[in-house]
Nanobody, 123 residues
C-alpha cells in the first residue's frame, strides 16, 4: 500500500516535491515508479527507481527536470519536479513492484498503486 502527497498548484517554472509513503510493508523490497495521467490522455510513465541500487530511469519528457529518489529508512520515495510546465499538469501516481533490486523499467506491470495526487501548473 502506497500513498502519494505533495501535489498542488504551481506557476510555470516552479517546483514541487511529491512523496510516496509505504504503509503496511517496508518499501526497500520494491522498485518504485511514478506515473501521471492528464485529462483525456493515457497514463504516462514518468520515472522509476530500483529498490536498493539507486538505478533510475526517466521519460524523455521529464529528463533533466525531474529527479526520483528514495529513503528506505523513512519508507518513502520522492519525485522532485523542477522547471514545471503547463503540460506537466496531471494526476501523479506512485506505484510499487516487488523486486527490481538493481534495475527498473518504466513498462513493468507495477503491482501496488496509490490514489494519486493532483499537480496543476498554471499562471
Amino acid at each position: 500500500h502506497v500513498v502519494e502527497s505533495g501535489g498542488g498548484l504551481v506557476q510555470p517554472g516552479g517546483s514541487l516535491r511529491l512523496s510516496c509513503a509505504a504503509s503496511g510493508d517496508t518499501l526497500d523490497h520494491y522498485a518504485i515508479g511514478w506515473f501521471r495521467q492528464a485529462p483525456g490522455k493515457e497514463r504516462e510513465a514518468v520515472s522509476c527507481i530500483s529498490s536498493s541500487d539507486g538505478y533510475t530511469d526517466y521519460a524523455d519528457s521529464v529528463k533533466g527536470r525531474f529527479t526520483i529518489s528514495r529513503d528506505n529508512a523513512k519508507n518513502t520515495a520522492y519525485l522532485q519536479m523542477n522547471s514545471l510546465k503547463p503540460e506537466d499538469t496531471a494526476v501523479y501516481y506512485c506505484a510499487a513492484i516487488i523486486g527490481g533490486s538493481y534495475y527498473c523499467r518504466l513498462d513493468w506491470e507495477y503491482q501496488y498503486w496509490g490514489q494519486g495526487t493532483q499537480v496543476t501548473v498554471s499562471s
